[in-house]
């Protein structure tokens, strides 16, 4: 009696001894019937040793017997294990002998017992395992696949680093009957049951791909990071801008041609929002080359087609979109994490043709009004004259206030240096001294 394993490493041809172990053979077959170890990983290899295979979890701690699985199914109470059965005659001595896992017992409730999990050794006289698992068959053919598995790189816990499965179980003879309330599937499972984050069985980590799609690759990844870079010292707004679609950049211009010039000839298209021919600074002298900003970008198309190599001048201009981002850097931006900041309906953003660009703000002068709430550090109002906080009163400290002011403007004497008001100090003064000395006489 065999059964046939495909896995993701070759197939492995297994015979059964169901007449020495007909439960355990019994409960490998019907499982095998019902689809139970089709995409199963092998979670547990360790060289020299064994594999270890059958839990739909893949952690060592799941599987159940097919009376368990069948009593699941009806909605009824069943053993999650059945009892093993241990043969003195059949070891573990060759390389390749399949055994059933025997689950501890866990206190009394659950008792130890073979469920699903089974494994094959990978090594020869393994006398360890002799009467703690329950071996039910050989491995006949597939022995370069064992090879294959005992080479496999494993992590800390003896789990591939690259999923190896069983693609599909055909079982090429089965003497036993199956039990009652057996229901076999129509198709077998097209995803694995465990939740793996693992290479793919079918992946190729080591795949190269063809020289020009790397170096495109490579190319992008160069230019993110450099992108990365400019944001970081500030030559660009942010690592994924864009040049605006509605701004043309002309060049080899007549260095008389002015702004009001190609303003004038390019306005035929649309409406235009800017047109600057770029100076130098010191001397103001053209540098022959413009950029137009455009309302729309259907206007800045019509333009780039019908005035490619015109004659303005006496020169014939060239045409292209704008690659510049400067003005984006310093009037633009688009913070992916805060998002557009929207004026509450004053007025929608947007510039070269993205609605998701919007002006930077930096001062208050330059923001909406925030009524009475704080301002900027670096904002200055009033034409840069400094204003003093004060502290918030409570209403009973306001009216005191208001009194002590009321009583400073209270009338009094600032020219304390008039005549009049010297005499009459000088007479007080005579007339308290005459009292005190009309006092000691007494």
Not at 71 to 94: C, D, M, N, V
Not at 199 to 207: F, G
Not at 283 to 303: M, N, P, V
Not at 391 to 396: A, C, D, Q, V
Request: a neutral charge; aromatic letters at 8%.
């Amino acid at each position: 009696m065999s059964v046939l394993f495909e896995t993701s490493l070759g197939d492995i041809v297994i015979d059964l001894e169901t007449e020495l172990c007909p439960k355990t053979c019994e409960n490998f077959l019907k499982l095998c019937k019902v689809y139970y170890y089709n995409l199963n990983a092998f979670f547990n290899v360790s060289k020299d040793f064994l594999a270890q295979v059958g839990d739909p979890t893949a952690t060592g701690t799941g599987g159940e017997s097919i009376w368990s699985l069948i009593a699941s199914q009806g909605g009824k109470p069943a053993p999650r294990y059945f009892t093993p059965e241990f043969i003195p005659r059949l070891k573990h001595r060759q390389r390749g002998t399949v055994s059933m896992a025997v689950a501890p017992a866990v206190a009394e409730e659950h008792k130890g017992g073979c469920g699903s999990q089974f494994f094959i050794t990978l090594g020869e006289n393994i006398e360890y395992l002799d009467g703690k698992h329950a071996v039910f068959g050989h491995v006949v053919e597939g022995f370069e696949t064992l090879d294959k598995l005992n080479d496999v790189f494993v992590d800390q816990d003896g789990r591939p680093l690259k999923d190896v499965r069983i693609r599909h179980v055909e079982i090429l003879e089965d003497p036993f009957e199956d039990p009652p309330g057996l229901v076999v599937p129509e198709s077998p499972p097209t995803r694995p049951p465990d939740n793996s984050t693992r290479i793919a069985e079918d992946e190729d980590p080591l795949e190269t791909l063809p020289e020009e799609e790397a170096e495109e690759i490579r190319r992008k990844k160069a230019a993110q990071a450099s992108a990365l870079t400019l944001e970081m010292v500030g030559d660009l707004p942010f690592a994924n801008v864009r040049p605006p679609e509605n701004v043309l950049f002309v060049c080899k211009l007549n260095p008389v041609t002015r702004d009001e010039d190609l303003e004038l000839i390019f306005s035929r298209f649309g409406t235009i929002i800017s047109c600057q021919v770029i100076r130098d600074k010191k001397t103001g002298d053209s540098l022959q080359y413009a950029f137009i900003e455009f309302d729309k970008r259907e206007d800045a198309e019509q333009a780039y087609f019908k005035m490619q190599n015109v004659l303005v001048d006496d020169r014939r201009i060239w045409v292209d979109f704008s690659q510049s981002v400067a003005r984006l850097n310093t009037h633009w931006s688009n913070d992916v994490k805060m998002g557009p900041r929207r004026s509450g309906g004053r007025g929608k953003g947007g510039f070269g043709g993205r609605d998701d660009l919007e002006a930077t703000r930096r001062y208050r002068g330059q923001s909406e009004d925030r009524g009475d709430d704080y301002g900027m550090v670096f904002d200055v109002p009033d034409g840069g004259k400094r204003h003093r906080r004060s502290r918030s009163r409570s209403p009973r400290r306001r009216n005191r206030s208001k009194e002590r002011s009321k009583r400073s403007q209270s009338p009094r004497p600032r020219h304390r240096d008039d005549g009049g008001y010297r005499e009459r100090r000088r007479s007080r003064s005579r007339e308290r001294r005459s009292r005190e000395r009309y006092d000691r006489r007494r």
